[in-house]
């Protein structure tokens, strides 16, 4: 069981690393947005980009962790399996959303 979970934590932390970088993208451009008065689409950009970019790993690791569960186990343990993980990484970037959505309100009071 820890060879397979080893396997398995490339695509957590790709999962984490995702979820982070779309935390710090998306606030990043409404910091621009909301603090600069004078602000062009070339400030905002690469926050946008990073953010984007955050979702896309977020997603394509999540698709391949359900794909290598798929590959490592039964088809009765890779369901209760994959429900777990995916609940973890689903907890994991739901508390970095609120923690992106707080620092948000915080940041435009």
């Given at each position: ?88 990484s689903w907890l994991i970037f ?16």
């Open positions: 069981q820890i060879k397979s979970e080893l396997r398995l934590l490339p695509f957590m932390l790709g999962k984490l690393i995702g979820a982070a970088m779309a935390v710090i993208g998306f606030p990043g451009a409404i910091i621009i947005i909301t603090r600069r008065p004078n602000h062009t689409f070339s400030d905002i950009l690469p926050y946008l980009l990073i953010g984007i970019f955050g979702i896309s790993i977020f997603l394509l690791s999540s698709r391949l962790l359900a794909k290598r569960i798929k590959e490592t186990t039964d088809s009765a343990q890779a369901h209760q399996s994959k429900y777990r993980i995916s609940m973890i739901s508390a970095l959303a609120i923690i992106f959505l707080v620092i948000t309100y915080l940041i435009t009071k």
